[in-house]
Every structure is written in C-alpha cells, then in structure tokens.
C-alpha cells in the first residue's frame, strides 16, 4: 500500500459498528464489552496455526544450528517483540544477542515514539545490515497493518541476505507477506477502540511471539518435561522454584535438592543430574555437555 492509498481499507483500521456507543457506555459495560472481543483472538491464531506451525519449525531448526531470533517492528508490535525477547535470557539462561529485538527509531523509541520512524524504509534495511543477520538466523517482522514500510524493507532485506524470513500481520494479503518467506496473518477483525491495534492486534501478536520463542526453547532442550529447568536462579523466587524443580526431577528431598543446588550454583540441570545418576559436578558438567544441554538424554541415556 503506497502513500495516498486509503488506510480504512485494512481490517484493523475499521470501525466497529458494534462499539459504536463506546462513549456512552459504563465501566462494567466496557469491561465486558472488551473482554468479549479479547475472547477471539485465540481462536484467531488458531486459524493461522497451518502458517505458525512451519515457520516455527524452519526457526528452530535454524536455531539448531547457532542462529538467532530477531524481531523488527515499529509502535506496539516493536515493543512486543522487545518484551518476549526480554524474558528469553532469565527465563531460558540465553545470551542476549540470540533472540533480541529491533525498533524503528532506535531503542529510546520504546518509551518515547519516534515520529515518521515506521516510514524509514532504509532505515529498517540498514538495520538489519548492521545486525550482520546471515543464513542461519530468523527475522520476524510485525506489523499490524503489514504494510510499515521499515518491518517491511527489513524482511525484504533479510531475505536478500539469506534469512528466514517471517511476516507477522493482521490483516489478509499483506506486503509483509508477500515479501516474507513465511507469511502469518492472524485476522483479529478491527478493534473496539478503532485503529488501536495495540488491543486484539497486540494481543495476537504477543500470543504468536509466545510460541516462536517458547517451542523454539523448547526444542533446543530448555526444559524437561514443562519444567524451564534453565532458568537463572537470580532471587527468592527463583531458588525455590529451583528445588522444587530438582525435587521433582530426582524424587528427593528438600534438604538434598538444596545442597545439590548449592554445589552447582543453582543450576537445575547439573543438580538433577548429580543426583539421579549419583555422579560429581565435573561428571555431570561432562555429560550434561555432551547430551547437547538436553537434560532427558542426560538422564536417561548411557
């Protein structure tokens, strides 16, 4: 969609006529109203599951290899992509340069808009140039609309340099999508607050970033069974929820799950190895090494 070109075309920037009344209405009213317009949207991602499922699959298996997660976008779907980039690092013990986000207007754009950012189509090109993105990493752009001109240069550009390329809309035949190898329209229909796409559009975003991030973890032998038993130990919370996950691992008690975890510096996966297979920390660290990170093999294999 080129300058000019009538935006109220797109579904996410139509008006309801349902929620027409929206000012006239009570507090319980909009509540209710919202709530029932935010219980769509995972039925939403749910029709777009045949177009999640082998995007996320083509990712981990990059990811397999030693690429990287990079979402690029502009707005609400930038800040999201930073959000779930964010919570990779405490929540699955990875470096912060193997899934991490990139904003139109730079990093201060996450608090403070930079205006006519989303229309720098070079900028988002050269912003993947100087994140050096190569073959084996994914780069999802997210744009609501799926026409921003920088998510869809830097998909564009991804692309050329081999990438896999990933386009995360809300709408139906999307430049993102054509310029995408793997386009994912999640239509979410327009917004009880018209154009606010940081509503069921968000919310579809954040949902779809939930299982790139996730099942790619997931797959690379982050967690054992649904226990994210690569977590970073970094407070109260953390620790207990560390026994706990060493208790259950290793069928032990309190006591035991502690001293273990001490002597590993609270790492759950050498703790639970240590004491299902009865060795020290270096043996442990060696198997634990050799299995790839993946603690069921660790476990379970001779």
Known sequence: MSAGEDLGV??????????????RMSVAELAETMNDADATVPDAVRRALPQIVPA???TADRMAQGGRLVYVGAGTPGR??????SECPPTFSTPPELVFAIMAGG???IVNPVEGAEDDADGGAEAIDAAGIGPLDTVIGIASSGRTP???????????RGALAVGLSCNT???????????????????VLSGSTRLKSGTAQKLVLNMFSTISMVRQ???????MVDVKATNHKLRERA????????????????????????????AAIMLVRQENLDAATARLTATGGRLRTALEEN
Do not use: C, W
């Not at 920088?150 to 050329?160: F, G, K, L």
């Not at 054509?178 to 327009?190: L, N």
């Not at 208790?247 to 759950?268: G, Q």
């Open 221 to 227: 032998g982050k967690a054992y069974g649904n226990l």
């Open 150 to 160: 920088y998510v869809v240069a830097a998909v564009r550009r991804a692309r050329e």
């Open 107 to 109: 990093a201060g754009a």
């Open 80 to 85: 999201i992509g930073v959000l779930d980039a």
């Open 56 to 58: 996320i699959e083509a």
């Open 173 to 191: 035949g999307t430049a993102l999508s054509a310029v995408a190898e793997h386009g994912i329209e999640v239509t979410v229909g327009p917004e």
């Open 243 to 270: 026994v706990r996950m060493v208790r259950t691992v290793a069928d032990v008690d309190r006591e035991t799950a502690t001293v273990a975890l001490e002597r590993t510096r609270f790492d759950v996966k050498l």
């Open 10 to 23: 797109l579904a996410t920037e139509a008006s309801d006529p349902r929620y027409a009344q929206l000012d």
